[in-house]
């Protein structure tokens, strides 16, 4: 049986999203909130001091041209989903580009866009 380590961010103001639901301390399990209470428990193995800070959830860029490089400096900022534009991140493609990868945003993408001849071309018009 693994001996997974519970982790905590103590006396951190949470927004859940919707509302800004106070001082709390939140615990996760490998990278999994599984539990967001008003004291710390005592089982917990690595304790992280959130006084002054505010947790809320990743956020999602929804517009973006990215790469791997991209998808590991997103989290750096918050960004823990980016939606793809005209490229190859989707389901197959992030199988192939994404093998072995961690510590990078989640990607999704609806694939390369269609368009007419010289329909996504940059003309100048006069």
């Given at each position: 049986?693994?001996?997974?380590?519970?982790?905590?961010?103590?006396?951190?103001?949470?927004?859940?999203?919707?509302?800004?639901?106070?001082?709390?301390?939140?615990?996760?399990?490998?990278?999994?909130?599984?539990?967001?209470?008003?004291?710390?428990?005592?089982?917990?193995?690595?304790?992280?001091?959130?006084?002054?800070?505010?947790?809320?959830?990743?956020?999602?860029?929804?517009?973006?041209?990215?790469?791997?490089?991209?998808?590991?400096?997103?989290?750096?900022?918050?960004?823990?989903?980016?939606?793809?534009?005209?490229g190859g991140f989707t389901s197959k493609?992030?199988?192939?580009?994404?093998?072995?990868?961690?510590?990078?945003?989640?990607?999704?993408?609806?694939?390369?866009?269609?368009?007419?001849?010289?329909?996504?071309?940059?003309?100048?018009?006069?």
């Amino acid at each position: 049986m693994t001996n997974i380590k519970t982790k905590a961010i103590s006396n951190v103001n949470v927004f859940d999203g919707k509302n800004v639901i106070g001082i709390k301390t939140v615990v996760f399990s490998d990278g999994v909130i599984t539990s967001i209470l008003n004291d710390l428990p005592e089982d917990i193995s690595e304790v992280i001091d959130g006084s002054g800070c505010t947790l809320l959830p990743g956020l999602i860029d929804a517009h973006v041209h990215t790469s791997v490089e991209f998808l590991k400096d997103a989290l750096k900022f918050g960004i823990t989903t980016e939606l793809e534009m005209m490229g190859g991140f989707t389901s197959k493609g992030r199988e192939t580009q994404l093998k072995g990868v961690t510590g990078a945003a989640d990607v999704r993408s609806a694939g390369m866009g269609l368009t007419a001849p010289g329909g996504s071309s940059r003309r100048a018009y006069s």
